[in-house]
């Protein structure tokens, strides 16, 4: 099948985790023999701030590393004809402009020659629903949507009918154990501040625990402002700044082991979802421990897959169980991988898509 794909982009994962899966996705697609093309706005605002802040160097770096993988980037005015020629199926992500969500929804509505599908991986939902009302998806098939409570939620609003549970996983040919002999130290942590999102959780869960185990701990991620930065070296912990998504495994492997603090909009009001991370985590062998959110999907089991900490003092812990009980990590590190091998990889994403195509033809 042929398909094209209207994403905000593919070729820079700064601050922009969609583009993790959007990978994987596109990776699995083109080895089954599909035909995929991707297009992203020149302008997007996830490729300014890479080349911004590390230059050109970075998108080569993507390059190098994807071969193969590729995208259009298009200016002002996307040509709609010539971008859905021939195509089967073509879906849309929900961070493109209502406007060019509305232009190809009126495509689909002229030809009818292809599936259209909207694809909803953000909190959006219930943090700005008029932002997500102004989308006009009267046009699409429907939507695919990362948890459970954000399908039912476009059903519940009226703002499409047919909704499909379409949630992010692993992509395993990328994030996978890598060997290494190297030590950098006992914890690290890759993921953004969250715009005050987590910031508290953040402080409590990762910091203050470091701190007082005195650990050799290191963080990855963009948008930190000079209070974090002064927090994270009060602590003793280094700031490192932007890490490509595909260098992840390898830092993770000269780790002991990793946390996850979801953003609270995930844990107060979209239970069943963790995002991408945990699953990369998961898919590298490396112990996680995580702060509470609700799997009220059944992806993982607590107490296998990772270990859970409600508060600091458990979060210390269960850092010095696995950093002091190889035993104990290696087993839940084992089980977790086996978990996202047997369920939440890419492949199986696609598997899933497949039986929605289906469905609508």
């Known amino acids: 099948m042929k ?64 071969r193969g993988l590729d995208s259009r980037r298009y200016g002002a005015e996307l040509d709609l004809d010539a971008a859905l020629d021939g195509v089967d199926v073509a879906i849309v992500h929900e961070w493109n402009e209502p406007k060019l969500v509305a ?109 007082s185990l005195r650990l050799r701990a290191r963080v990855h991620g963009v948008r930190y402002p000079d209070h974090a930065r002064t927090a994270l070296e009060a602590a003793g912990i280094t700031y490192a700044g932007w890490l490509p998504n595909f260098h992840v495994p ?21 239970p069943g979802i963790p995002t991408i991370r945990p699953f990369e985590a998961l898919a590298c062998g490396i112990p996680l421990v995580s702060t509470p959110w609700h799997d009220t999907e059944g992806l993982f089991t607590a107490g296998k897959d990772y270990l859970v900490a409600r508060d600091s003092a458990e979060m210390k812990e269960q850092l010095r169980l696995l950093l002091h009980d190889r035993g104990v990590a290696l087993a839940l590190a084992r089980h977790g991988r086996e978990t996202i091998l047997a369920r939440h990889t890419c492949a199986h994403r696609v598997d899933e898509l497949m039986g929605i195509l289906k469905e609508l033809t």
């Open 103 to 211: 232009r190809i929804g009126v495509h689909r509505a002229r030809s009818r020659s292809y599936s259209l599908l909207f694809h909803d991986t953000h909190h959006r939902s219930v943090t700005a629903p008029a932002e997500m009302a102004a989308y006009d998806l009267s046009n699409y098939d429907g939507v695919l949507a990362f948890g459970s409570v954000i399908r039912d939620l476009y059903r519940d609003h009226g703002w499409h009918a047919r909704a499909w549970t379409w949630h992010e996983a692993a992509d395993t040919r990328t994030f996978f154990p890598h060997p290494s002999t190297t030590r950098d130290g006992d914890l690290v942590w890759v993921g953004n501040w969250g715009d005050d999102e987590r910031s508290a959780e953040l402080r409590a869960m990762l910091i203050d625990p470091v701190a």
């Open 3 to 66: 398909f094209a794909l209207f994403y905000h982009s593919l070729i820079s994962d700064w601050n922009h985790g969609n583009a993790h899966f959007l990978r994987g996705v596109v990776l699995e697609l083109l080895a089954r023999g599909h035909q995929v093309t991707v297009y992203e706005p020149r302008d997007a605002w996830s490729v300014e701030n890479l080349v911004r802040d590390h230059g050109a160097a970075a998108l080569v770096a993507f390059h190098s590393v994807y």
């Open 250 to 270: 390898a830092v993770f492997a000269r780790h002991a082991v990793t946390v996850h603090v979801p953003r609270r909009p995930y844990v107060e009001k979209l």
